[in-house]
């Protein structure tokens, strides 16, 4: 289970307990989700000019002290209902992870990816709509006294969708199959309880670097 420590839910600089109620149960559902054990998570600052009220989580994937991926998840809460949204409620999210050079150089890497986070939803019975988003392979060479390196290739997933079944754990606990799908790990499946953990039949999951990531 990963935990989450206690975070201030920022409403146009104002503290959580003067926030609408709608979305102060979104972020207990976020803080009180059941997560794989792979998963690390922190309170981060929120952004507070994307929405009246937003909350906002990083998450890490480690495995035997190497972190493999990292990300940060935003929930957004406007009660006027955003046009471009359909709903009162955003996710907006960023997943990054470093590649093996056999799949870095994949031509259909960035439809894989996009098609991961949408089957990470739909596993998780996570109900949305109006879900967009861009994946970016970065390739990186090191030269002085960064040659030591080599080469490195990564790739950043940002994605936001409205929720629609206000079942805000299942948003958290899909982009968290993401991240670790991204990361060389197997998904897991919803329906299985952690941490009796099973692949979803027909997904793959992409080989990431096993190291330290650089920071």
């Not at 975070?7 to 307990?17: C, F, T, V």
């Not at 894989?112 to 596993?123: N, R, S």
């Not at 950043?156 to 991204?182: I, K, Y």
């Amino acid at each position: 289970m990963a935990a989450v420590g206690g975070q201030s839910a920022q409403g146009g600089g104002a503290g959580k307990e003067s926030a609408p109620i709608e979305f102060r149960d979104a972020v207990e559902a976020l803080t009180s989700a059941r997560l794989r054990p792979e998963l690390v998570l922190s309170p981060t600052p929120a952004p507070r000019r994307l929405a009246p009220f937003t909350f906002a989580l990083s998450a890490s994937v480690e495995v035997d002290g190497e972190e493999l991926a990292d990300g940060t998840l935003v929930l957004l809460h406007d009660p006027a209902g955003p046009e471009a949204w359909h709903g009162d409620f955003r996710v907006v999210t960023m997943t990054r992870a470093e590649l093996e050079p056999e799949i870095a150089g994949d031509p259909m890497l960035s439809e894989v990816g996009w098609a991961w986070l949408l089957d990470a939803l739909q596993a998780h019975g996570a109900g949305h709509s109006e879900a967009g988003g861009t994946v970016t392979r970065c390739h990186s060479q090191y030269f002085g006294a960064l040659a030591e390196r080599g080469s490195s290739t990564e790739i950043e997933l940002r994605a936001s969708w409205t929720p629609s079944d206000g079942r805000f754990e299942r948003h958290l606990a899909a982009w968290g199959d993401l991240l670790c799908v991204c990361a060389g790990l197997p998904p897991v499946s919803a329906a299985v309880p952690l941490p009796e953990a099973t692949s979803l039949g027909g997904v793959v999951p992409m080989p990431a670097r096993r190291r330290p990531r650089p920071h």
